[in-house]
Structures are given as structure tokens and as C-alpha cells.
């Protein structure tokens, strides 16, 4: 049981590069997340969507997008990276309801040069 | 203002005594909340979630939770140098948004 699936597991960018990370859940959640982490910062929510079909901005979604391809992927757009998004990225994914808990995968981390 | 704080530390104490981890929130309509522990490195584990007025207890672990007073806790008995890490406190709210704190880093000395 593959659990959370994040890809790639690191990545190099220029500044002005785009690049898509991939995130897949096989665990039939309705619920998926994209965090970013700073070091020494806990987890700022950057885009989440609620259920397949819609997405919402979260508290730092400048500079990225999101797309809920289907029920299990939710990928993160960097459209022109910035050295400010030098992040370690993690993608969750929760089940719908009261008492959920989220379920991450191994994290992204980009640097962008 | 965050709407979950919680103090940074680093929270030193020595192995086999007690640590408590505090976290505040700031939606009264939160449902759920989260204790997660993370490694340098690694992605955040579940430790305990909490949803009722009270404490629950898992092994070694006891979440605190305090809805009149938007408060949440995590008490560790007979802490283990292994217990060394960042404690993540989370809320699940409105919007189905799942919002954490900043951590709080842990380190047990043997």
C-alpha cells in the first residue's frame, strides 16, 4: 500500500524555470494538500482542495497553481520559480469528516537557483 | 496573527521525565486536532488526534484538549532520547482545512 506518492524527491531549477509536482493518494481520500516547509517553520498551507473537482487558496499561494486532475492526483504548478520558493514541498491527503488525519508523502525539496 | 501557535523551543528535558508540548488555535469552530512528530529530514507521522473536551491517552502519549480555553496539549512520559524531534500541532476546521503551528522541537538528554 503505496500510501502518498510524491514526485520527484528533489529538484534543481533556474529562476524563470517552470516545473509540475506530482502528488497521488491511493487511499480513496477526498481531501489533498499542498504544504510548503521552511527551515525551523512548521507547515504553511500553500493550495488544498476539499474534494475532487474544486481547489482554494490556502495561506501562501503566490507564484504556484494547482490542478485536482481526479480523485487521487493533485499536482503543484511553479509557472516562473523564484529563489523564494526554495522549499522542501509535502503533499497530504485526508479522508473526508470529523477526526481525520492527514497522511503525507516523503517531500519534495527544490532548490531554485 | 497565526491561527495555531505554539512555542518553538527548543523544549530540553532530561530522559525518563515528563514533556509537555502546548499549543493555542484561534477558530472556536475547529473540530479536530493533531499531534504530529517530525524528524529532521523526514515527513510528519500521526502520533494522537483529539476531538473531545478532555485527555486521551495512548501509551506513553496524553493530548490535552481545552476547547473553552482553545487549547491543546501533548504530555510525554518517560521521555526517550528517540523522542528528540519537532512536534507539529494541527487543527482541522472550517473549509476542510487542516492548519499547523509552527512546532516545537524537542530534544531529550540521556
Known amino acids: 500500500n503505496a500510501g502518498v506518492t510524491q514526485t520527484p524527491k528533489f529538484q534543481v531549477l533556474k529562476t524563470g524555470q517552470s516545473m509540475t509536482l506530482q502528488c497521488a493518494q491511493d487511499?480513496?481520500?477526498?481531501?489533498m494538500y499542498w504544504y510548503r516547509q521552511d527551515p525551523g517553520m512548521g507547515l504553511r498551507l500553500i493550495y488544498y482542495s476539499a474534494s475532487e473537482g474544486t481547489t482554494d487558496k490556502g495561506e501562501v499561494p503566490n507564484g504556484y497553481n494547482v490542478s485536482r486532475l481526479n480523485k487521487r492526483e493533485f499536482s503543484l504548478r511553479l509557472e516562473s520559480a523564484a529563489p523564494s520558493q526554495t522549499s522542501v514541498y509535502f503533499c497530504?491527503?485526508?479522508?473526508w469528516g470529523l477526526g481525520t488525519e492527514a497522511f503525507f508523502g516523503q517531500g519534495t525539496r527544490l532548490t531554485v537557483v | 496573527q497565526k491561527e495555531v501557535e505554539q512555542n518553538s523551543g527548543p523544549l530540553s528535558v532530561p530522559e525518563g521525565a515528563i514533556a509537555s508540548l502546548n499549543c493555542t488555535y484561534s477558530d472556536r469552530g475547529s473540530q479536530s486536532f493533531f499531534w504530529y512528530r517530525q524528524y529532521s529530514g523526514k515527513s510528519p507521522e500521526l502520533i494522537m488526534f483529539?476531538?473531545?473536551?478532555g485527555d486521551k491517552e495512548d501509551g506513553r502519549f496524553t493530548a490535552q484538549l481545552n476547547k473553552a480555553s482553545q487549547y491543546v496539549s501533548l504530555l510525554i512520559r518517560d521521555s526517550q532520547p528517540s523522542d528528540s524531534a519537532t512536534y507539529l500541532c494541527a487543527v482541522y476546521g472550517a473549509g476542510n482545512m487542516l492548519t499547523f503551528g509552527g512546532g516545537t522541537r524537542l530534544m531529550v538528554k540521556p
Open positions: 497530504a491527503s485526508t479522508p
Open positions: 487511499m480513496n481520500h477526498n481531501s
Open positions: 483529539i476531538y473531545s473536551n
